[in-house]
């Protein structure tokens, strides 16, 4: 009887946190049908040219909001560009053009790109730099790009890990940067949304393993050139789940450090998705492109994926006060992450996350 408990009590929690669609109950009830009008309103999304990044940004585009891409290849947001002036839904089986009805041609917003190389943390002030000439104040800042199961032995300019590198510590940095823009008087508190991942549950214990973050002087490549795991680094899948714990981390120091009323943090998690997040993944991802019909209903699309994300960010204030510092899963339920990320344990977590972010973003600026 134990064990069956066990099992059924986990099961219950994977489902609850990862919303498979075969089960009924995890279909989204809210679409961007329902958000409110968008107008005016500034947004910033990491990797908005693919995957959820891209769904939320056509979305907030045809309700309005002045948005902005930010992606490694300028070629590729162009391209995305393009296809969400269209209002091309892109999925597994490609893209679709769908046609507005007039009085929606008239309510879209804008869109354009800005560089952004989260590999390189150069790249990353550099493009915070300049986004902060073109705009003086910033509503809504998705820290959505990712990768995910990246082999070892793969490091960022500055030597990171290069999941935890691009998905925490630079996004950390960017966020630093913008903070400016992002708290400039406004009648309404500006938003950041943290993609998280049920994932997170695969973290070292205590969270993060700060040791196996940064390359040790004798990690180099094999003599064949092939990738070799560092000395310290931690296996993929715990690089994986401690870069996604540490997501949700930075939203809760922000939700501890700010006043509500003038920003609210939320991390989300998209659900089991189609996306090219699998890319790396070897026999996986060879899977997934052979057999994505096959294996569809056992995934969200991108659209469905990003709709926690955009209703975090769009959710009408004060309501959405009720969200700051919250771990967001499908669809719109707020539930608690793993315990080292809750009470006063977890705060003292998030703030040793925030300030090493800082001490080793002041190395290179």
Known sequence: MAIFSSLAYNWQHCVNHVGIP????????WSVRQMPDQSGKVVLITGGNSGTGYATALA????????????????????????????????????RYNSRAPEAENKVGTVDVLELDLADLGSVQ???????????????????AGIMGTPEGQWTKQGYTL?????????????????????????????????ASFAHNLAPTGGIDYLSL????????NPDGSLKRGKNEQ????????????NIALARYLAATYDPKELIAVAVHPGSLSTNLSNHIGAFAWLMSKAQWALSPLHFSPSDGALNQIWAGTLPFPEALELDGKYVTPFNHVLEPRGDLVGEEGKKKAVELWEWCDEQGKKFQ
Request: aromatic letters at 10%; proline letters at 6%.
């Open 22 to 29: 075969l089960f009924f109950w995890r279909r989204p009830t």
């Open 60 to 95: 907030l585009y045809n309700a309005g909001a002045n948005v902005t891409i930010a992606c490694r290849s300028l070629d590729r947001a162009r391209e995305a560009v393009d296809d969400i002036k269209k209002n091309g839904e892109r999925s597994i089986w490609g893209i």
């Open 126 to 144: 550099r493009a915070a730099e300049e986004y902060k000439t073109r705009v003086k104040k910033l509503d809504l800042l998705y820290l959505n």
């Open 163 to 195: 999941q935890f590198g691009t998905m925490v510590l630079a996004h950390q940095r960017f966020a630093t940067h913008l903070m400016p823009i992002l708290l400039s008087p406004r009648p309404e508190p500006a938003r950041i949304v943290t993609l």
């Open 214 to 221: 940064i390359r040790h002087p004798d990690d180099v490549p």
């Open 235 to 246: 296996e993929r899948w715990a690089e994986y789940g401690q870069s996604k714990w540490g």
